[in-house]
């Protein structure tokens, strides 16, 4: 168990529609990602958030959007949905920066 | 056009055996490059990095090598056990300005360990 949360564990929705995924990062992390895992495209990172504030940003469509709030757990809102955004979604934390990362254990999205 | 799923790369080794996972990397601007595992069903656990101006780092049974002139990374596993399988990824990260804790991860290798 990493310590990182993230709800809910399995979304089932439909094309069109908009859904918000949750992570608890480990006590005391400041930094949180979001990463999507797809079989076609594999491991990718979508964007970073450290204490708050926007760090790095990967190939994060405009469709979606995340934010850190104030107790450091985070959202990833995924809007107009397409088949193609189904996917696992990882959150992971770590105290700062860095390589060591511990992620969750996935949100899995399906896409109808 | 047709999206296909990406094959990953296979390795099948017996139990005790020694592993050795390679990766490819692209970005010669990379300041480290990290190993994690991902085991069924579950999120990606780190395993051990290396800094760009290093070649060789080890780890409890893992040890990492780097060759910056091919642009290539390996991970050995020494003794080799069941609870191994899993699917391994190498990983870049460029440390500082906009691109800060973004790791780029490569396909993955499926390593199997039969007893």
């Known amino acids: 168990d990493s310590g990182v949360t993230q709800t809910p564990k399995h979304l089932i929705t439909a094309t069109g529609q908009r859904v918000t995924l949750r992570c608890s990062p480990r006590?005391?992390?400041?930094?949180v990602y979001w990463y999507q895992q797809s079989l076609d495209q594999g491991l990718q990172f979508l964007i970073h958030?450290?204490?708050?504030?926007?760090?790095a940003k990967g190939n994060i469509l405009e469709r979606f959007s995340a934010q850190q709030f104030p107790d450091l757990h985070s959202e990833l809102n995924l809007s107009s949905l397409e088949l193609g955004d189904s996917a696992l979604y990882f959150c992971?934390?770590?105290?700062?920066?860095?390589?060591?990362?511990?992620f969750g254990p996935g949100t899995r999205l399906t896409v109808l | 056009g047709e999206s296909v799923g990406l094959h990953l790369p296979t390795l099948s080794v017996q139990e005790g055996d020694n592993s050795i996972i390679n990766c490819a990397y692209s970005?010669?601007?990379?300041?480290?490059f990290i190993w994690y595992k991902q085991e069924s069903g579950k999120g990606p656990q780190f395993i051990i990095d290396?800094?760009?101006?290093?070649d060789k780092r080890q780890g409890q049974r893992v040890t990492v090598l780097l060759n910056k002139t091919v642009k290539h990374l390996s991970l050995q596993i020494a003794a080799t056990q069941p609870g191994d399988s899993a699917v391994y990824f190498c990983?870049?990260?460029?440390?500082?300005?906009?691109?800060?804790?973004?790791?780029?991860f490569g396909q993955g290798t499926i390593l199997t360990v039969h007893p």
């Open positions: 006590s005391g992390d400041l930094s």
């Open positions: 992971a934390s770590s105290p700062h920066g860095g390589n060591e990362q511990f």
């Open positions: 958030y450290y204490n708050g504030e926007e760090r």
């Open positions: 290396i800094r760009s101006n290093m």
């Open positions: 970005n010669s601007a990379s300041d480290y």
């Open positions: 990983a870049e990260n460029v440390a500082g300005g906009t691109s800060y804790g973004k790791l780029t």
